[in-house]
């Protein structure tokens, strides 16, 4: 043994010599522009000379306000390093580590600044949301493979990035009324966002095809308004799969995605529809219609006469549901759908046209216009906001309400003129569920023709609109609706890029965007696609490579 012990240690110290490295070998290194493919791109940055090396001696520095985020990046950077990335309050060693704080002299609330250099980096916020996207800076300054595995010598380039925001509403949306999807696909949903710094997600959560949240007092709207009896098979509407189709999420597995989400400082806004897309909440509660029953949970899709009465009892039901809903979602925005609302049951139902004679309004129109403002009322005294589809307007819009603009770009200058907040999602920009290419061979989408590079091109605030009225325009949303969209893979398909794009559009400042820019660094995004798992779209890609062959011959 003794004479076995002085080998063993020659072996460690050849062995240590071989794999350890030094920060400081690292401080003159050259770095290249891929290095710092950084989307959104931020408002200012300065890259420079030297990469911090993540060794085993490497560890957080933070205060007790920055303890989830410290703990994100700990956990990212011991899943590329390989190391057990620690964090500390402590301040005593200082030398060679990543300092979290927050900096009230920062101005805007999401702002961030980001430092590193070979010794040290430094992310400092003006909030922890702010902190958490100079983290989600520095995940992108890292290679698209350290991601879900060990990166030999994770080296991080120097740069100073100054970075904030351009809108508040950084939004995405996921229908699950017509297809729904598991828990863990919802949260690498969410983790999909935050890797964007989006800050909404709007949760599509009941429709004509299927109510997909559980409410504990009215228990028949997952014990039938979740199930349909068919699906029609794709574009036939005189087809039917005749498969059973249902399920919805617990409250729960709501309330685990809702933290999950809060975690990444995404809000989640719930949407329940109304006065229409109401039958499968009919088919359940066939009391709460204008007497046209019986309904049956939808098969088709499309737009449907039946709609909610607007009665005292239906009054009750919702107001009912939304409180549950609002103890589930701390969101301040509650969504309550507001589209799409044939007018004709209550244009022929004497309980609909007393409630006009008594309210002394015009029409329907202004029927809807009082349902919305009675929910609206309701939701205000409960410290919540409305958001509902440009058809709000109609009627007369409630006092408080916030637009989300679909159909175009027009109802959301009128909404902004009238000095209401605005959020803009028009079909013709920021629909997801359109083609992304006229390939023959795509994959089913609902119509439309939307490529990455018409989503990059939108500018939320219109032109015109004046400076005081652009103030209304809150930012951007895309949206994924899916009659057409029945896996997780598609749904992925359908986003990314696009995605991408929008999260250019809702941070960046439009004099800074560059379609050349982003297509290069979208290059290097794809690889991070590849590594997280993502099934993307590629005619953006394969269009870029065609175009770069063309120009060299």
Not at 342 to 358: G, L
Not at 378 to 383: A, P, Q, V, Y
Not at 453 to 475: C, D, M, R, T
Not at 476 to 502: C, F, G, S
Request: with cysteine; charged share 25%.
């Amino acid at each position: 043994m003794k004479n076995i012990l002085p080998f063993l240690l020659l072996l460690i110290m050849i062995s240590s010599c071989e794999t350890g490295k030094s920060y400081t070998e690292f401080k003159d290194v050259e770095n290249t522009p891929e290095d710092y493919a950084i989307i959104p791109l931020p408002v200012n940055m300065n890259t420079a000379k030297g990469r911090f090396l993540v060794d085993d001696n490497t560890h957080i520095v933070t205060e007790d306000t920055l303890s989830k985020e410290a703990a994100f990046l700990a956990e990212m950077l011991s899943t590329a390093s390989g190391f057990k990335i620690e964090t500390t309050t402590s301040t005593e060693k200082n030398d060679h580590v990543i300092v979290l704080k927050l900096d009230s002299e920062i101005q805007e609330e999401e702002g961030y600044r980001l430092k590193v250099s070979f010794d040290q980096i430094e992310i400092s916020g003006k909030t922890p949301q702010g902190v958490f996207y100079g983290i989600q800076s520095l995940r992108l300054l890292m290679p698209p493979s350290a991601e879900v595995g060990q990166v030999e010598s994770l080296t991080i380039p120097a740069v100073e990035i100054e970075d904030a925001p351009q809108f508040s509403y950084r939004g995405m949306h996921l229908d699950v009324g017509r297809h729904m999807f598991p828990v863990e696909f919802i949260k690498k949903y969410v983790d999909l966002l935050a890797l964007h710094k989006m800050n909404r997600f709007h949760w599509h959560l009941t429709e004509d095809q299927g109510w997909r949240i559980e409410i504990k007092k009215y228990p028949k709207l997952t014990e039938i308004g979740s199930v349909r009896k068919g699906t029609m098979v794709e574009k036939n509407w005189d087809e039917n799969d005749g498969k059973e189709y249902g399920g919805f999420y617990t409250q729960e597995e709501v309330k685990e995605i809702v933290a999950y989400a809060a975690a990444r400082h995404i809000t989640i806004i719930p949407e329940i529809e109304m006065p229409g897309h109401a039958t499968a909440a009919l088919a359940a509660y066939p009391e709460l219609g204008n007497g046209t029953g019986p309904y049956e949970v939808e098969t088709k899709w499309g737009v449907f006469p039946t709609i909610f009465a607007p009665k005292e009892e239906t009054f009750e039901f919702l107001e009912d549901v939304l409180t549950e809903v609002m103890e589930l979602f701390p969101s301040e925005y509650i969504h309550i759908g507001g589209d799409e609302a044939p007018k004709k049951e209550w244009e022929e139902s004497a309980q609909a046209q007393a409630v006009i004679k008594r309210e002394g309004l015009k029409d329907e129109h202004e029927l809807q216009s009082y349902f919305i403002q009675r929910i609206e009322k309701f939701l205000n005294e409960n410290g919540r906001q409305i958001i509902g589809w440009d058809e709000i307007l109609e009627g007369g819009l409630a006092p408080n309400a916030t637009v989300m603009s679909w159909r175009g770009s027009k109802g959301g200058i009128e909404a902004a003129k009238q000095g209401h907040d605005v959020v803009m999602t028009p079909n013709d920009h920021l629909y997801f569920d359109y083609y992304q290419s006229k390939n023959e061979d795509e994959p089913l989408g609902i119509g439309g023709f939307v490529p990455v590079e018409k989503v990059y091109s939108f500018n939320p605030v219109p032109e015109e609109l004046s400076e005081e009225q652009a103030k209304h325009i809150l930012g951007a949303q895309a949206n994924l609706w899916t009659e057409y969209i029945k896996t997780t893979d598609h749904v992925e398909y359908m986003v990314l890029p696009r995605l991408t794009a929008l999260s250019e559009v809702n941070w960046t400042p439009s004099a800074k965007k560059d379609w050349e820019g982003f297509l290069s660094r979208l290059e290097v995004m794809k690889e991070r696609y590849e590594a997280l798992g993502y099934n993307y779209a590629t005619h953006v890609f394969e269009e870029e490579q065609n175009l770069t062959e063309g120009k060299q011959q």
